[in-house]
Antibody, heavy 122, light 107 residues
Framework: EVQLVESGGGLVQPGSSLKLSCVAS????????MHWIRQAPKTGLEWLAL????????YYADSVKGRFTISRDNSKNTLYLEMNSLRSEDTAMYYC???????????????WGQGTSVTVSS | DIVMTQSPTSMSISLGDRVTMNCKAS??????VDWYQQKTGQSPKLLIF???NRCTGVPDRFTGSGSGTDFTFTISTMQAEDLAVYSC?????????FGSGTKLEIK
C-alpha cells in the first residue's frame, strides 16, 4: 500500500524558515517524480513544486520560486520542502503527492499524503 | 499560467439527484485534466484521470468528459458518501493548476 507521511509543520513567525518532510513507502520511491501542493484555509488547491525521480530537475510555482526549495533523498525515501522568508499567505495545509502512471503515456497525482499544517503568524 | 475556472462553487442537492459541474481552461489542455474528491478532514483522492478515465474501484456513477478547454464531471445518482469538494486539475503544462472546487451540500 502506498503511504506518504508528511511532517515538520507548525506555527512560525513571518520571515522565518521551516523544512517539511514526506516519507514514502509502498512503492519504488526513486522511480517517481514527486510534488508538493498546498491548500490555504477555505480555499482551493495550489500546486507548488515538482522534482524529478533522480533529483535532476525541478519546477516551482511563481508564488514560491526563490523562497522554497524542493529536494529528495532517495536513500531515505524522503521528499523535502525547505521554506524560507515565510509570509502569512503561506499559511496552509501542505501535501506531498506521487506522480504515477495511470495509462500509457499518462501520469498524474495518484497518491497524496495526509498533509502537515503550517501557520505563519506573529 | 492556465486558469481553470470551475463552476458552480457550491451545490445544494438531494440524495439521488444528478450532479454536474464544469471546468473551463483558459487555453487548450488537451485531455490532461483530472478530477479529485476531498472529503472533510481528508486529503484529495484521484477519481478521474485524463478527462474521462475512472480509477480502479471508483463507482461508475462518477463520470468525466471533455477535451480542449471544456470539461464536465457528473455524479449520476448522488449518495450520502459523495458529500465532498470536487476539484479539477490540468497537468498539460507547468505550473499545474486547479479549479477552485465545487462543494456539495445536502439540501
Amino acid at each position: 500500500e502506498v503511504q506518504l507521511v508528511e511532517s515538520g509543520g507548525g506555527l512560525v513567525q513571518p520571515g522565518s524558515s521551516l523544512k517539511l518532510s514526506c516519507v514514502a513507502s509502498g512503492f519504488t520511491f526513486n522511480n517517481h517524480n514527486m510534488h508538493w501542493i498546498r491548500q490555504a484555509p477555505k480555499t482551493g488547491l495550489e500546486w507548488l513544486a515538482l522534482i524529478y525521480s533522480d533529483g535532476s530537475h525541478n519546477y516551482y510555482a511563481d508564488s514560491v520560486k526563490g523562497r522554497f526549495t524542493i529536494s529528495r533523498d532517495n536513500s531515505k525515501n524522503t521528499l523535502y520542502l525547505e521554506m524560507n522568508s515565510l509570509r502569512s499567505e503561506d499559511t496552509a495545509m501542505y501535501y506531498c503527492a506521487k506522480w504515477g502512471k495511470r495509462s500509457n503515456y499518462y501520469y498524474t497525482l495518484d497518491a497524496w499524503g495526509q498533509g502537515t499544517s503550517v501557520t505563519v503568524s506573529s | 499560467d492556465i486558469v481553470m475556472t470551475q463552476s458552480p462553487t457550491s451545490m445544494s442537492i438531494s440524495l439521488g439527484d444528478r450532479v454536474t459541474m464544469n471546468c473551463k481552461a483558459s487555453q487548450s489542455v488537451g485531455s490532461n485534466v483530472d478530477w479529485y474528491q476531498q472529503k472533510t478532514g481528508q486529503s484529495p483522492k484521484l477519481l478521474i484521470f485524463k478527462a474521462s478515465n475512472r480509477c480502479t474501484g471508483v463507482p461508475d456513477r462518477f463520470t468525466g468528459s471533455g477535451s480542449g478547454t471544456d470539461f464536465t464531471f457528473t455524479i449520476s445518482t448522488m449518495q450520502a458518501e459523495d458529500l465532498a469538494v470536487y476539484s479539477c486539475m490540468q497537468s498539460n503544462s507547468y505550473p499545474f493548476t486547479f479549479g477552485s472546487g465545487t462543494k456539495l451540500e445536502i439540501k
